[in-house]
């Protein structure tokens, strides 16, 4: 059964900084990993997502890595804002295809970080 | 563009009522998913519908059914509700292209549910 875990739980820095947030996950056979952003009380969206073929995914201040063979993949952020307040999950696709052709298996998500940029 | 809708935004329910959530894909997918995400942890996969069939299901009881229809809307159905079933449930749509893993979800904003 995969697992994914992510340190830290919570973390709180001031704005400006550039920071890191982990995921890791227990089983590899992966499609591949995604990250997103969860507001309070609201639903998520989707910040990047990395292939299982690829290594790493920009976009702006985010950058994601992903090392599939061991598991674990690092979200990016520079210069923080304080408009990057939010809670940010990690969560991977598996490689279990559910009916011919392929299509979606289930995600399974970290708990999450929960992140304060301090103005 | 008009992106994963849900309704309702919020209900309180008590415990063995039943409840059903209702979801409109974004414009262009097809296939639905349906999460709960309990307070303070990550979404739970339950089930996924397309072409009107659950195509996958995750570790939740037999409690918990679902329905696509034809225009891929997706409704959600809990039956006799019990007290641990108060969470965030999370609707993600996609668009089924034939290849395992391509495929981005978009996620609604969910429907916050309470049972006393």
């Known amino acids: 059964k995969q697992e994914v875990t992510q340190i830290p739980a919570a973390l709180s820095v001031p704005e400006g900084e550039n920071l890191v947030l982990n995921c890791s996950f227990t089983?590899?056979?992966?499609?591949?990993l995604q990250w997103f952003r969860q507001d309070p009380g609201k639903g998520l969206t989707s910040l990047l997502l990395?292939?299982?073929?690829?290594r790493e995914q920009t976009s702006g201040r985010l950058n994601a890595s992903l090392d599939k063979s061991s598991g674990r993949s690092t979200l990016y952020i520079a210069a923080s804002q304080p408009g990057d307040s939010a809670t940010y999950l990690c969560?991977?696709?598996?490689?279990?295809?559910?009916?011919?052709?392929?299509?979606?298996?289930?995600?399974?998500f970290g708990k999450g970080t929960h992140l304060i940029i301090q103005p | 563009d008009a992106g994963v809708t849900q309704s309702p935004t919020h209900l309180i329910k008590t415990r063995g009522q039943q409840v059903t959530l209702r979801c409109s894909p974004k414009?262009?997918?097809?296939?639905v998913s349906w999460y709960q995400q309990a307070l303070g942890q990550g979404p739970q996969f339950i089930f996924q519908?397309?072409?009107?069939?659950?195509?996958q299901r995750g570790n939740f009881p037999d409690r918990f059914s679902g329905h696509q229809f034809p225009n891929y809307s997706s409704e959600l159905n809990v039956n006799a509700l019990l007290l641990g079933d108060s969470a965030l449930y999370l609707c993600?749509?996609?668009?089924?292209?034939?290849?395992?893993?391509?495929?981005?979800?978009?996620f609604g904003a969910g429907s916050r549910l309470t049972v006393l």
């Open positions: 993600a749509s996609s668009l089924f292209t034939g290849s395992s893993g391509a495929n981005v979800l978009t």
């Open positions: 089983d590899s056979a992966i499609y591949n």
């Open positions: 990395i292939q299982s073929s690829q």
């Open positions: 969560a991977v696709r598996g490689t279990k295809h559910m009916y011919s052709g392929g299509g979606a298996d289930g995600l399974t």
């Open positions: 414009s262009g997918h097809d296939t």
């Open positions: 519908y397309y072409e009107e069939e659950e195509r």
